[in-house]
């Protein structure tokens, strides 16, 4: 009798817990909520650097609003275009599983919103906590369109490090000095490279060292010894950055989204599209620090904005002490040189997932894609569409593919009605030619083939690609972004990808799980993923304007078996093409 007592009671235990437990699942779903926003596109004057342009915004702001959700939370966002150019909203780093629709690239999974049209993005997010962002996906509408997308997690859920008492989100940013539109059609016109920025931003504002913008530097107040949770993010368009803080460390915890093993750094670099979450700790005497950014610059001989942009941290009590007239100077961090590619490397080198990770093993694809530069010969030469270095146009491509957007009909909407014509399946998974991609290549293979050309992927393959940089015009570090999915970056090096000894050195214990990844100057980056998103997903550099030349693929990953492992019908308000 005592010993059935005995097994009884755990039994009752196991039970109780089970309960406890299912009740916990069902609250974590009733707890979700569907969040609400309307976005109106329009152009709205925008003082910066002594004079005022006719900036297209959202709702009036610069930059956008900041979301903020939970995971297992959804969002229904009404965009109304006032403008008077085409637009369409990317949710940068957003699964968007079974949902291309809600994904936003122009011609890719949609066609634009026309002026004075509207539609309404709806979408789930689903297992992903931390910072990502949402910006315009059409033409350089980017520069100013752009806002935080903060996923904090699901109710009794705790971040897996000390609960901050504040949290900042910082957007580093570029601000040209006339229509960023303007800029890009003058670039597509003459064949050249693009204007540089004038300056770079943080939360829209360029800081103390631009004219005409020290009143409205951006200032973080602080207290002694208090840790806040700063949520940065690079939202420029054709930057690369270095960040730091004078005289701070800062704890790296997450990067695009995904907690990271924590390490202290005094610099970050960080791609456009790419998210950093840092913790600080205001350990220093009370003062002020400047919070600054400025450019990592890879490719050789091209021209680039060379400024810094501040922000301030401003410890509270000195604060006081400054309206007495008694605060020094803020103290400006040690920036790295522009060209410090081994400040680059080291820093990115750091990020890994917080502990053992699922990679895929038994690889289905194995892809190795060249990314880089080109050049294309004019008809007339001495033209002013002709100024590109002797007498050419730049371009860009993948394994020798600049790729074309279709201007009738959307890849994804083209697929899903069996609209034939609009693209064709045969993207190479190797280049078609090998040569010395990062040597001394002749000046035969620099002029790549036009095409929209996507790669067809089985639902549930495991994929790893190879993205190899090439010196055809100049090494450069590319940004790569994949949308619809987040990856496994198991490996990176310089020089050309060695497939006999550099599998070797992959990292398949803890490698950092990212959505934007740069491929090292003149090196190479492995990433591996399973393609569990069916849909038309666009991978591209997220300097905008290496995509407008052509620096860019899309996969087709086809539906698996049943409803849950194929997209989603159509809204019925997706625009018309």
């Excluded at 597509?188 to 631009?210: C, E, H, K, R, V």
């Excluded at 894609?369 to 001495?382: A, D, E, K, R, S």
């Excluded at 899309?554 to 539906?559: I, M, Q, R, S």
Aim: aromatic fraction near 10%; hydrophobic fraction near 35%; include cysteine.
């Amino acid at each position: 009798m005592k010993a059935s007592n005995l097994t009884l009671k755990p039994l009752c235990s196991c039970l109780l817990l089970g309960l406890l437990a299912f009740l916990a699942f069902l609250a974590s779903f009733s707890a979700a909520e569907t969040h609400y926003h309307e976005f109106v596109v329009q152009a709205k004057p925008v003082k910066r650097l002594c004079r005022t342009h006719n900036t297209i915004t959202v709702n009036g702001q610069f930059p956008g609003p900041n979301l903020e959700v939970r995971n297992g939370d959804s969002l229904a966002i009404k965009v109304t275009n006032a403008a008077r150019y085409n637009v369409t909203i990317h949710w940068h780093g957003v699964r968007q599983l079974r949902n291309p629709w809600a994904d936003g690239p122009e011609y890719i999974t949609q066609c634009p919103i026309q002026p004075g049209a509207t539609y309404t993005y709806r979408f789930t997010i689903q297992d992903q906590e931390g910072t990502l962002w949402w910006h315009a996906h059409s033409r350089w509408l980017r520069a100013t369109v752009y806002g935080a997308l903060i996923i904090y997690p699901k109710l009794g859920s705790p971040y897996p490090f000390l609960m901050p008492k504040r949290e900042v989100p910082l957007l580093l940013g570029e601000w040209f000095d006339r229509n960023p539109l303007d800029v890009q059609r003058l670039a597509a016109f003459t064949g050249g490279a693009p204007n540089a920025s004038d300056a770079y931003t943080i939360n829209g504002q360029p800081g103390d060292l631009y004219r005409c913008s020290k009143q409205e530097t951006v200032r973080i107040p602080v207290d002694s010894g208090e840790s806040i949770l700063l949520r940065i993010i690079n939202s420029a368009l054709n930057q690369e950055l270095f960040f730091s803080i004078a005289n701070h460390r800062l704890t790296v915890v997450s990067a695009d989204a995904s907690y990271t093993k924590p390490f202290t750094t005094r610099v970050l670099m960080m791609g456009p599209g790419q998210t950093t979450d840092v913790l600080l700790t205001a350990d220093q005497p009370p003062a002020h620090y400047y919070v600054a950014a400025r450019v990592y610059q890879t490719a050789q001989n091209a021209p680039f904005d060379n400024t810094t942009t501040t922000a301030i941290l401003e410890y509270k009590s000195a604060a006081c002490s400054s309206k007495k007239g008694q605060s020094p100077p803020p103290a400006l961090p040690l920036l790295p040189f522009f060209n410090d590619t081994a400040t680059a490397t080291a820093y990115t080198a750091q990020i890994k997932s917080p502990s053992q990770v699922k990679v895929p093993t038994q690889i289905h694809e194995n892809l190795f894609f060249i990314v880089g530069l080109g050049l294309n010969n004019c008809t007339v030469p001495n033209s002013p569409r002709c100024q590109g270095p002797n007498n050419t146009r730049f371009t860009a491509s993948m394994n020798n593919v600049s790729f074309v957007f279709p201007r009738t009909n959307s890849l994804m909407q083209a697929y899903y009605n069996g609209v034939p014509g609009v693209f064709t399946t045969d993207f190479p998974p190797v280049p078609p030619v090998q040569f010395d991609y990062t040597g001394n290549v002749p000046r035969g293979l620099w002029t790549p083939r036009r095409g929209t050309k996507l790669y067809k992927l089985k639902y549930g393959s495991n994929v790893q690609i190879v993205l190899q940089d090439t010196s055809i015009v100049t090494t450069e570090d590319h940004p790569m972004h994949l949308h619809g999915y987040h990856f496994y970056v198991i490996g990176s090096g310089f020089g050309n990808f060695n497939p006999r000894t550099d599998p070797a050195k992959f990292n398949l214990v803890d490698p950092p799980l990212r959505n934007t990844i740069g491929t090292p100057p003149g090196g190479w980056v492995a990433i591996r993923f399973v393609a569990d998103n069916p849909g038309v997903w666009l991978m591209h550099c997220h300097l905008d304007a290496h995509l407008a030349l052509g620096l860019a693929m899309a996969f087709l990953v086809e539906n698996g078996k049943g409803p849950l492992q194929s997209v989603i019908p159509p809204p019925a308000d997706l625009p018309r093409c």
